[in-house]
């Protein structure tokens, strides 16, 4: 029987879902492999540094194999079809019969803990530190505030001026950094709670806990912490005010942001952003149809700023002068390099190995929202989005314009866009708990476990690595400064390192530029020049004998153990 061709149309054509399965098929087992030794080169590493043994780590530092091994376990899909292990199940299970509110407590026990051990490594006050804490020191008994700028916010050093009062030493001021701490973590648990499970805002906060740029200011008496939890508090009030909309959200959320403002006023382009994807997220008329409360938290507003602006004008002539004298300030080489930073350190440097995989997921979350919001096809809601993804879309473009309205007004540095941090790691928690379907409990258990380790290993290297730079530093400049208090006389220290040595010696301490731009001081005021074998910003020998003048002086030359070298300290008479 002669055989008929098919015509063009009836010719099977090879399915592409079916070509590309059978390609995926081809490379699972590969990419399993590949996930299996890259987690199990993540865990080990945590566990050496956990274990104190950082240094046995090439480079003596954490890499991050699980942005490796994220992708591999995606491709490679081992649990797809399949229940998990009974033994993980049981695991899983044992775990959920903790209360949330336990494990909430474990997480900010844990933080004291690792805020009590790393005072050990980092017991000398910083230099930023040290501005905060002259200005407290100056208004508990008058001794001058060295390196402070009316630039600065008020707030930290108000808290401080309490702890001085209570205990006058470093301890005392630190312990205002830890109350500030568990505050962001107590808030963080807080919004995860609302927005995943308790259980899940545990995870949240653990994994905030142990980021590498978060855990690295825990110790520090610094403001970038406090103002986090603060904006994040702006954040869920927001959230509140659209989703469940009464006359205390938006009222709230202005006094929260009064409070993160005189706490760091470099929150303006963090609050900036925030509104910015408010309005994007829900639209204008959403907020529009409540312009009555808007109007009531714009009262508050300028109400809590008259104090801020009255003392700008009086400073510099400008309400607006001692913001844009601290944008000025910023240490940048060009407009956007705060923006190039964030873009090469996201997300490891951020948040760490574990981390950094969360917050890509949070990203993932977000992209998807905004995508359904922009497209209006999902249709499980009236307005064509699914429930909450104008929450997603919100949290998501905040954690994005953030970094970008601060990386483009001034320099780049983890401490920045903590918020950023928090909020995708909330939406990468969500996101994992959701795509892992029947696997999510041990999946999210594992997690669990494995962030509890980061904590301490991350604890260590910040101990190891971290932080013997800067202690290197003041075993120079802390000798020095402490030799420079003896006497009763009014003193004044002309050094590159003002704040620090204006603490240790109770001096009034300036820069050399400063001392230059400034009135000689009164004959009756004791004036050092400190200069070190390997300083930084010091004039050489020409500039220093016109800063000095044709007076007769007394140079006294002081070997330091520091990474700063022998200390040369001249006292004209």
């Not at 803990?113 to 905060?132: F, N």
């Not at 209006?376 to 993804?389: M, N, V």
Request: net charge positive.
């Amino acid at each position: 029987m002669p055989t008929v061709p098919l015509p063009p149309s009836a010719v099977p054509v090879p399915c592409p879902r079916r070509r590309w399965e059978a390609a995926a098929s081809r490379v699972r087992r590969p990419a399993l492999v590949l996930a299996v030794l890259a987690t199990g080169a993540a865990v080990a590493q945590q566990a050496l540094f956990a274990c104190g043994f950082g240094d046995r780590v090439p480079g003596r530092q954490p890499w991050p194999f699980l942005l490796l091994a994220a992708p591999a376990w995606t491709v490679a899909r081992p649990w797809a079809g399949r229940r998990a292990p009974a033994v993980l199940l049981r695991w899983a299970d044992a775990s959920r019969r903790v209360p949330a509110w336990a494990g909430a407590l474990a997480v900010l026990a844990a933080a004291g803990a690792v805020w009590a051990a790393l005072q050990d490594h980092e017991p000398l006050i910083g230099h930023e530190e040290a501005v905060y804490a002259n200005k407290a020191r100056s208004w508990r008994d008058g001794t001058p505030a060295a390196g402070w700028g009316e630039y600065r916010p008020p707030g930290l050093p108000a808290l401080g001026r309490l702890a001085l009062a209570v205990h006058d030493d470093v301890g005392a001021l630190r312990a205002v950094a830890l109350l500030l701490t568990l505050f962001t973590l107590a808030v963080t648990w807080w919004a995860a709670a609302r927005w995943t499970t308790p259980r899940q805002a545990v995870l949240v906060t653990l994994l905030v806990l142990g980021g590498l740029g978060f855990l690295r200011r825990v110790p520090e008496f610094l403001n970038d912490i406090g103002a986090t939890g603060l904006l994040l508090l702006v954040v869920v009030l927001l959230v509140r005010a659209q989703e469940a909309p009464g006359p205390l959200p938006l009222p709230a959320a202005a006094g929260a942001a009064l409070a993160a403002f005189h706490l760091r006023y470099g929150v303006v382009g963090s609050l900036a952003g925030v509104a910015l994807a408010a309005v994007l997220a829900y639209g204008p008329r959403a907020w529009a149809a409540q312009w009555r409360r808007l109007a009531v938290a714009g009262g508050v507003l300028l109400a809590g700023l008259v104090p801020h602006c009255v003392h700008a004008v009086h400073e510099t002539g400008s309400p607006l002068g001692l913001l844009l004298d601290a944008t000025d300030r910023a240490n940048r080489s060009y407009p956007g390099d705060g923006l190039v930073y964030y873009l090469a350190v996201f997300p490891y440097r951020l948040a760490g190995d574990l981390g950094a995989v969360v917050m890509t997921a949070g990203l993932c979350r977000a992209a998807a929202a905004v995508r359904r919001l922009w497209r209006r096809r999902a249709p499980a809601a009236p307005d064509g989005s699914r429930p909450h993804d104008r929450r997603h879309a919100f949290l998501g473009l905040t954690a994005v314009l953030v970094p970008v309205v601060l990386g483009t007004a001034t320099d780049g540095e983890p401490r920045f866009v903590y918020l950023p941090v928090v909020l995708l790691t909330i939406l990468g928690v969500r996101h994992l708990a959701e795509r892992a379907g029947r696997a999510a409990r041990p999946l999210l258990a594992a997690v669990a476990v494995l962030a509890a380790v980061t904590v301490p290993a991350t604890a260590q290297y910040v101990a190891r690595v971290a932080m013997p730079r800067p202690m290197a530093q003041h075993a120079s400049t802390v000798p020095v400064a402490r030799e420079l208090a003896e006497g009763r006389r009014p003193c004044l220290v002309v050094t590159a390192y003002e704040p620090e040595t204006g603490w240790y010696s109770g001096c009034d301490a300036v820069t050399f530029a400063q001392y230059e731009a400034r009135p000689r001081p009164a004959a009756g005021i004791r004036t050092s020049f400190v200069l070190y074998a390997r300083g930084r910003l010091q004039p050489g020998r020409a500039r220093l004998a016109e800063l000095v003048g044709d007076r007769d002086v007394t140079v006294r030359v002081r070997e330091t153990r520091g990474a700063l070298g022998r200390a040369t300290v001249i006292t004209p008479r």
